[in-house]
């Protein structure tokens, strides 16, 4: 089994659409999760970072953040042309950014 | 220039070769990370430097070597390579190397190993 699993896509969803993006992982140890967005040819930046489970919400994004079921999701309201991208979550269980897992990516494309 | 800029953006080269990646960052950050981007698979953490001395190194092959010579520089040296080497090679640095900072990315190089 991965360490974290994500569906790698492509979803394509319509203008103004909720987007559901969701991680899976196996390592309980993990406590810090974070959604990175890349879009094509740039690298990854950070969108959101929750410690431990709960939600955390920035402007249209929202984190959640299900430590029991080892799951973790992102959503996106009202998306825009301007989200499509991919989107990765990664995960540490420790304080250091060298023990970070990513997950493979999902690629998101909103249409106008 | 801002943030972490990364040279050369795109490198074909043959298994050969030797050449470098190069990657600044002009953030004040303590710590830079390499890593590996290939298609469909997770970012692979390569290398960590924090204050200039190799924290991390993830059992990468010998034929990659970094170089960190000061805090805002950090090199990548690539010698016989090998065609599943061809992937994104991503710099990123952050403050200080902990779980909690936030790691500011380059825009990476495309490498292509013929």
């Known amino acids: 089994q991965k360490e974290v699993e994500q569906d790698p896509g492509p979803l394509s969803v319509p203008e103004g659409a909720i987007v559901s993006l969701n991680c899976t992982y196996s390592?309980?140890?993990?406590?810090?999760f974070m959604w990175y967005r890349q879009y094509s040819r740039k690298g990854p930046e950070l969108l959101m970072y929750?410690?431990?489970?709960g939600n955390k919400e920035d402007g249209r994004f929202t984190a959640q953040v299900d430590k029991s079921s080892k799951y973790i999701s992102l959503f996106i309201r009202d998306s825009q042309p301007s989200d499509s991208a991919t989107y990765l979550c990664?995960?540490?269980?420790?304080?250091?950014?060298?023990?970070?897992?990513f997950g493979p990516g999902t690629r998101l494309s909103v249409l106008p | 220039e801002t943030g972490v800029t990364q040279t050369p953006r795109h490198l074909v080269m043959g298994m050969t070769n030797k050449k470098s990646l190069k990657c600044e960052q002009h953030?004040?950050?303590?710590?830079m990370y390499w890593y590996k981007q290939s298609a469909k698979k997770p970012l692979e953490l390569m290398f960590v430097?924090?204050?200039?001395?190799?924290?991390e190194n993830n059992s990468v092959p010998s034929r990659f070597s970094p170089e960190c010579p000061n805090s805002s520089h950090l090199f990548l040296h690539l010698h016989t390579l090998q065609p599943e080497d061809s992937a994104l090679y991503l710099c990123?640095?952050?403050?200080?190397?902990?779980?909690?900072?936030?790691?500011?990315f380059g825009p990476g190089t495309r490498l292509t190993v013929l």
């Open positions: 990123a640095s952050s403050p200080q190397g902990g779980g909690t900072d936030t790691q500011y």
């Open positions: 390592n309980s140890a993990f406590q810090y």
């Open positions: 929750t410690y431990s489970s």
């Open positions: 990664a995960m540490s269980a420790d304080n250091y950014g060298q023990n970070f897992v």
């Open positions: 953030l004040g950050h303590n710590a």
């Open positions: 430097y924090s204050l200039e001395e190799r924290v």
